[in-house]
Structure formats: C-alpha cells, structure tokens
C-alpha cells in the first residue's frame, strides 16, 4: 500500500463505520502506514497496524470486513499486529503527540508521532523476531542521539528533572520618518524570544494537555509601512486616516496550538516557520457623529519543519485572510458600533488535512459614559452562526454582554 491507497482505505472505512452507527472511537496507528501517512518514510506497506484500544468494537472489525472486500483486499489488511507492544506501555505524553486524522464525526485515526515511531522502531529493532525492516525505518527516520536516548528513557528509565536557566538578548530598532505633514514612514526590525507559557507546559483542567518538552519560541520579526491623515471641508467627508504596512517573521521552534477531534487541545514546536503579510486600513470621518473604517490583513504562513510531511503546509489556527469593516455611530455621551468580521483559509492541524470553514460574523455594540462610569451592552454573532474553533467542536452562537467600567 502507498500513501495514497491508505488514504482511501481509510476514507472508506470511515464511511462504513458511519452509516453502521459506530460510537465515537480513537484508532492508534502505527508502523509503516504510519510513517507513510505522515510522510516520514516513503515505501510500500503490506499492512495497516492498529496499536490501540486493544478491544476493538464489533462495528469496527464489520467495517474492516466490508471495506477488505470492496477492495478485494486480505480480511486482516487492518490488524493488531503490534498489540503487544501495550505490555511495554506506551511512551509518556504518546496521545498528545499524535497526528489526527478525521474523515467523519464518530471515527479518528491516532497517527504515531516521529519520535513514539523511533521508540517502537528501536524496540522492535532490538527484539530481531520482528524481521530487518524495523532497523531500517530506524535509519530512515535518522535519530538524534536525544531522541535515542528519550527513547530509551520512555522504555523505563526514569528521566532526570530538567532546570532552566536562560538568558535572552532582544534587541529593537526602529525608525520613523515624516515625509509631509500628513504622511508619516515607519519601520521596526527586533529579535524576541517567547518562553513556553505555564499553561502551554502543564495544560489545564483536561481540555489542553501540558507539553513539558516544548523550547524556547524564537524568531526575527520585521514591518515596514506609513500612516496619512488628512482633514476636508467636503460636505460628507470631513477626515480621513489609514495606515499600510508589510510584515514577516522568520521563527524557530514557533509554539502552535492544535486541537484534536475531540477539541482537546495542546502545544508544540514547529522547527521553523516563516509568516509574510500585509495589512491595510482606512477610516473615514463623515461628520462629528459618523465614521467608517475598512480594514484587510493577508498572510502567508509556511512550516518549513523537518517532517516532510508538514514541510510547506500552511501553520495550523491562521487565516490567510481577514476583513473588517466597521461604522460607529457617536451622540452626547452615547457611542453605537457595528462591525462585520470575515476570516478565511485556516487549517486545524498540521498536516493541512483539516480546513476550517470561512468564518463571518457581525457584531454590536453600544456604551453610555456618565461621568466616572462607562455602560457597555455588547451582541457577538448577531446571525447565531455556528463556527468551529476546532474541528468537530463549534462555538456559541449568538452571545450577550454587559459590562460596568468605573474610573477612579
């Protein structure tokens, strides 16, 4: 089996166990469907090794049986070859790691990561019942001496508390320059680091798993753009101001978010990622009491990971586009304000196998100041629109707020 085969055999499984009304159920896979899926090696498979749960439900084997026979494949294409690696237990933080794959709502398939995949490979390299193959998906996979030795860790060792201690050097430089008395130049260049968060390390609560493993976030981040301003006497345009600017960022080991199926979420370092853009403003008074604004961001974001199969996709939980357009309205002591947001080309995950549908919404809002206090009355999603944040979990709907802010 290629790749490509898997694929369908997969797709259509999902789709049999669907319409047999399969529970919701997590597939581990593992071996070299597994590598070939996550494209860390390229090669023929004879097999598709399921590594966990190690009781599969009886819609699941019916749903291997008839898709084995609409292919005109062997009944046991699908197996639990490798269950007994269970006995060893499973590398710690194994789940999480996990690539996943979803072709309906109740069916997901676990994708071994590429280091789990170097701890199985190097157990089954150890233990030479298993056949040559194992010790060359070990190479191809080529281990760092870390990897090895984490590897071995997992196998039982107890691994060493790790203390960090790190100093940072993050230097800034700006210029701004005013070309005429309404346009004003502007350019900023820095090199930042981002230590892993608190929550990004330990999670919180079940619904995002912690990632002690994760590094340091750094990066070079650069803009270069001006602003105008501009007053008129027209009858309906009394001013206007924007701004444009382009933007990019060149990052190591860049902390993204993801989220499984099940709308669990975690964090991870992607090796390096490069981000382009641009973004563009304007806001136009119309008279004391209206104004307008436009606004558009485009971004071009690319993994440039190590794992060829990530290589090139686009970083999960980033539009590529996004509009506002908003109008406020201001009266005495009132201000009303409605806005349309539209947000599109995001994928959930890594492997760009999961798009995330467009997202629209439209949002009031209106606030009153009496002296030191500011009411604020706020709808989001107006339209009740249902939107994923992640796959399979949608948000709110339509939302109501009301907040009280005193100044001293």
């Known amino acids: 089996m290629k790749q490509e085969e898997i694929i369908t055999y997969l797709k259509h499984l999902s789709k049999v166990y669907e319409e047999l009304g399969g529970n919701y159920l997590e597939v581990s896979i593992c071996g070299g469907a597994a590598l070939n899926l996550a494209g860390y090696v390229a090669r023929v498979t004879k097999d598709i090794n399921i590594l966990a749960p190690e009781n599969l439900p009886d819609i699941f084997k019916e749903s291997i049986h008839i898709t084995a026979n609409y292919f005109g494949l062997k009944p046991d294409f699908i197996n639990q070859g490798p269950v007994d690696l269970l006995k060893w237990g499973l590398p710690n933080g194994f789940e999480s790691r996990c690539e996943r794959l979803k072709f309906c709502p109740h069916l997901v398939f676990l994708i071994a990561s590429r280091l789990d995949q170097i701890h199985f490979k190097l157990w089954a390299a150890i233990d030479r019942?298993?056949?040559?193959?194992?010790?060359?998906?070990?190479?191809?996979?080529?281990?760092?001496?870390?990897?090895?030795?984490?590897?071995?860790?997992?196998?039982?060792?107890?691994?060493?508390?790790?203390?960090?201690?790190?100093?940072?050097?993050?230097?800034?430089?700006?210029?701004?320059?005013?070309?005429?008395?309404?346009?004003?130049?502007?350019?900023?260049?820095?090199?930042?680091?981002?230590?892993?968060?608190?929550?990004?390390?330990?999670?919180?609560?079940?619904?995002?798993?912690?990632?002690?493993?994760?590094?340091?976030?750094?990066?070079?981040?650069?803009?270069?753009?001006?602003?105008?301003h501009k007053t008129l006497n027209a009858l309906m345009l009394k001013r206007f101001t924007g701004y444009g600017v382009v933007f990019m960022s060149r990052i190591d080991d860049l902390i993204s978010r993801t989220y499984d199926a099940r709308g669990i979420g975690k964090s991870d370092n992607i090796s390096k990622a490069d981000i382009?853009?641009?973004?563009?403003?304007?806001?136009?008074?119309?008279?004391?009491?209206?104004?307008?604004?436009?606004?558009?961001t485009w971004q071009d974001t690319k993994n440039d990971s190590e794992i060829k199969a990530f290589n090139g996709k686009q970083l999960p939980g980033k539009f590529r586009h996004s509009w506002l357009t908003q109008a406020r309205f201001d009266y005495a002591d009132m201000s009303f304000t409605m806005a349309y947001i539209k947000e599109d080309d995001m994928y959930y995950d890594t492997a760009n196998l999961l798009k995330a549908k467009t997202k629209s919404e439209i949002n009031a809002s209106v606030s009153w100041v009496l002296k030191s206090v500011m009411l604020t009355f706020e709808v989001k999603n107006i339209g009740n629109d249902n939107y994923e944040d992640f796959n399979g979990y949608p948000q709110p709907g339509r939302s109501w707020f009301c907040s009280v802010k005193y100044s001293i």
């Open 129 to 228: 019942s298993w056949g040559d193959q194992h010790l060359q998906d070990l190479r191809a996979l080529k281990p760092t001496d870390d990897e090895l030795e984490k590897a071995i860790d997992d196998m039982g060792n107890p691994v060493e508390p790790k203390d960090l201690n790190d100093n940072y050097l993050m230097p800034q430089l700006g210029a701004k320059y005013r070309l005429t008395p309404g346009m004003t130049l502007k350019t900023n260049i820095s090199r930042y680091h981002r230590i892993p968060s608190f929550f990004e390390l330990f999670g919180d609560r079940g619904f995002f798993l912690g990632n002690p493993e994760l590094t340091s976030e750094k990066g070079i981040n650069a803009d270069a753009g001006g602003e105008f």
């Open 276 to 296: 382009y853009g641009t973004e563009c403003n304007l806001t136009m008074e119309m008279n004391q009491y209206v104004s307008l604004t436009a606004q558009y």
